[in-house]
């Protein structure tokens, strides 16, 4: 089966990509992956893949131009960033501040496959916060940008989309509270987390308004990662009091400078966000995790405006042909007729995917080109 929506007329990488995200006809599904694990790579490897392989060219992937500007995203865009320094260190594991000035604890074998131990946040009361904020100035936007020389010839080539990571509002806030003390921030303190908002927003502002001026931006993509197995870390009635305003913002200002395109990045079940993203003006969002419940079938066809990028259950790939087969024939088919999607696994590949089982996936994908 091949889109119903398909464009008869073969499209650059860019009108394709826009298409994708916003709904319109395309040639083909627009081909996109998350990624590796680096251990996944080192396995791959090892099973015959070129060790200075580059993934988008190696497995076909469209271009895509990411624009490596200090924006943050799982990251928050201090300037400067902090330090990285060592507090303590053996065998087994090692504990270190890093460049969000988060201290952590992280194993030493397989750190990649695990998750660190948060011990501390950079940001645990209001002098804490008049330290940070001055690495959030906007007056720095200039300096965030860099090189616009380069950034122009990164950019220039108008049949490639261009796409800018940015971190959330509440991913930001995330990075500076943590989860715990976010939560009881909402309620102990609201001001304060409207005060972080607020540099949030204005940060932002100026480096679209900045960055636009040099170079076409033609997506936004926004981590939040605001949500696990069982649902959203905050309710959407804080998402409405804090989140609404400034998104609402942001984006007026992302489409009058010509963005086309909104993506919003979070993991685990986000079901109840969905309508709330959708009206304060985000396009599309990844990567709808399976194992957090997310059938993108079912979500497409209760909102047929909202595009869609994963929802295809990574671990089908550890477990032979037929089940890869069956998973990608199970999302597929609708959305060859509803658009608005582009096909890729619900996040990274992990370590237990055999290479072999990377390529069949692709190959069982790209049969409804």
């Known amino acids: 089966m091949k889109p119903t929506t398909r464009s008869h007329t073969k499209m650059t990488s860019r009108q394709r990509y826009i298409s994708s995200l916003r709904g319109g006809s395309v040639d083909r599904f627009f081909r996109y992956e998350h990624g590796l694990w680096p251990t996944t790579r080192e396995r791959w490897i090892g099973e015959g893949l070129p060790p200075d392989a580059d993934f988008g060219t190696c497995f076909g992937m469209d271009p895509l131009v990411r624009i490596g500007i200090n924006s943050g995203y799982t990251d928050s865009p201090y300037f400067p960033a902090f330090e990285e320094k060592t507090t303590e260190e053996n065998s087994e594991y090692r504990c270190y501040m890093d460049k969000d000035g988060v201290l952590k604890k992280v194993l030493k074998t397989r750190a990649d496959t695990s998750m660190p131990q948060f011990l501390k946040f950079p940001v645990c009361d209001r002098k804490d ?4 904020r001055r690495r959030l100035d906007p007056a720095d936007a200039a300096a965030r940008i860099g090189d616009t020389a380069r950034l122009r010839s990164l950019c220039g080539d108008p049949g490639l989309p261009t796409l800018l990571p ?8 995330r990075n500076l509270f943590g989860d715990e003390a976010l939560s009881y921030l909402i ?5 304060l987390l409207e005060e972080v908002l607020e540099v949030w927003l204005h940060l932002y502002e100026e480096l679209l308004r900045q960055l636009t001026a040099h170079v076409r931006v033609d997506a936004l993509l926004i981590w939040e990662d605001m949500c696990y197995k069982n649902g959203p870390l905050i309710s959407p009635e804080h998402f409405k009091a804090f989140m609404t305003p400034r998104y609402r913002k942001l984006m007026e200002l992302a489409r009058s400078r ?9 993991d685990g079940d986000c079901l109840k966000l969905i309508p709330l993203f959708l009206e304060v003006g985000v396009d599309c969002l990844m990567p709808f995790e399976v194992q957090a419940g997310m059938d993108v079938v079912a979500i497409g066809k209760q909102y047929p405006e909202l595009g869609i990028m994963g929802g295809i259950d990574k671990r089908a790939l550890s477990e032979g042909k037929e089940s890869i087969k069956r998973e990608v024939d199970r999302v597929l088919p609708f959305f060859c007729t509803r658009g608005r999607f582009v096909p890729t696994l619900d996040h990274t590949v992990p370590p237990n995917v055999p290479l072999e089982s990377f390529r069949w996936y692709l190959e069982c994908v790209r049969q409804y080109e």
């Open 187 to 191: 309620y102990d303190d609201p001001s």
């Open 129 to 132: 916060w008049t330290n940070v």
């Open 258 to 266: 010509g963005i086309e395109a909104i993506i919003v990045d979070t």
């Open 166 to 173: 940015i971190c959330g509002a509440f991913g930001h806030p």
